[in-house]
Nanobody, 119 residues
Framework: VQLQASGGGLVQAGGSLRLSCVASGTIFMINDMGWYRQAPGKQRELVATIFRDGGTNYAESVKGRFTISRDNVKNAGYLQMTDLKPEDTGVYYC??????????????WGQGTLVTVSS
């Protein structure tokens, strides 16, 4: 199983970016998917989670600005980020709890994609 994250880049404050995370491999089912971020010198923090049934959770700092979504057919997850702020700068990682065809469920991480928001 692999998770491939993409979509990061440099954007001015107030701008938008859309991150994508695509899972591939011997996948039977993707359970929860989430996006985390790690700012320079800080610990990795949870930004948003989307459950198999479509339910979502967001960190207070991104509520109303970020939207997490998923496409179960494409084994993909997305993070639409709007009204970006300099404090949103960091490396964004996708995470997914995946049940493989072997019936084993594990947590997988993407490689991270850098988001830089300039003031």
């Amino acid at each position: 199983v692999q998770l491939q994250a993409s979509g990061g880049g440099l954007v001015q404050a107030g701008g938008s970016l859309r991150l994508s995370c695509v899972a591939s491999g011997t996948i039977f089912m993707i359970n929860d998917m989430g996006w985390y971020r790690q700012a320079p010198g800080k610990q990795r923090e949870l930004v948003a989670t989307i459950f198999r049934d479509g339910g979502t959770n967001y960190a207070e700092s991104v509520k109303g600005r970020f939207t997490i979504s998923r496409d179960n057919v494409k084994n993909a997850g997305y993070l639409q980020m709007t009204d970006l702020k300099p404090e949103d700068t960091g490396v964004y990682y996708c995470n997914a709890k995946i049940t493989e065809r072997s019936a084993i469920t594990r947590s997988w991480w993407g490689q991270g994609t850098l988001v830089t928001v300039s003031s």
